[in-house]
């Protein structure tokens, strides 16, 4: 793995991190960007899901209060855009309340606010960049709360950051594929691709914040007389069958790989790409 800002995967469930070259404020409150790419803007989103950390920094009751007596806060998440005028204009799009106690929001806590119909309409009308403001208040005003927002001076690892479902639209257009691939109940014999989905969380790995599952596919199968072979040397070898060889064998041919966040032992987020995650293609070597 490797320590690096959010960037967009190669998949269809892609993370975009806040930009941290901009800094602007509207009405004494932080701005934060992200920006997308033509490629990523091309797709329809099927869901959007802004995270934040949030965290006490100061607190106007008493000490002494029991640190895990609940208290309810509001998350309101508006888009800035421009008016008729030109000028600066507040757009909300979502608000949740959430119960937290002292207790958490003194390491700090990540919360989720769903942004689908914000992200999907910017896909929309794409402008250079998604502005948006995040205000939180706590419901008895007793603790001024704090989002991180993305700085050369700050911990990066907490800025906030969109994570994004595009809309599968691969039965629009017309790909290519060598090998074949087969369902469970498929009668083939042959070397043929299978679907297989590992989901991490039945494995015990809560430590992986995303995926949860991912599709990895696999390949089996019998490799009869030059099928799906890669190399013209694998058929002379099964012809000439010298001793300690064994005949080809159903194995994959394209691999492709996976974006993942996860928390390291400082729990902070790691954003890293895995290679060879994903059977895209099965063939006989």
Known sequence: FKTIDFKQSLSNH??????????????????????????????????????????????RQNTTSDPEEPFTISIQVSRIT???????????????????????????????????????????????????????QDSKSRMSLAVPHPSSESNNALMPYIEVSLRDNSHKRTRRTIGMDCTENSKEVRCCRYPLVVNFEEFGWDWIIAPKQYDANYCSGECPYSFLQKYPHTHLVHLAAPQGSGGPCCAPRRMSSISMLYFDHDLNIIYGTIPGMVVESCGCS
């Open 14 to 59: 892609l993370f975009f991190s806040a930009d941290a070259r901009r800094h602007n404020h509207f009405k004494g409150l932080k701005v934060v960007n992200f920006r997308f790419t033509d490629k990523v803007l091309q797709n329809e989103v099927d869901e959007a899901v802004l995270s934040i950390h949030l965290q006490e920094i100061e607190s």
């Open 82 to 136: 421009r008016n008729s005028q030109g000028n600066k204009a507040s757009v909300p799009y979502t608000e949740n309340s959430v119960k937290l106690t002292r207790k958490e929001l003194k390491v700090g806590k990540w919360l989720k606010v769903n942004v689908t119909n914000m992200v999907a309409e910017f896909f929309r009308l794409p402008r250079d960049h998604l502005a948006l403001v995040v205000r939180v």
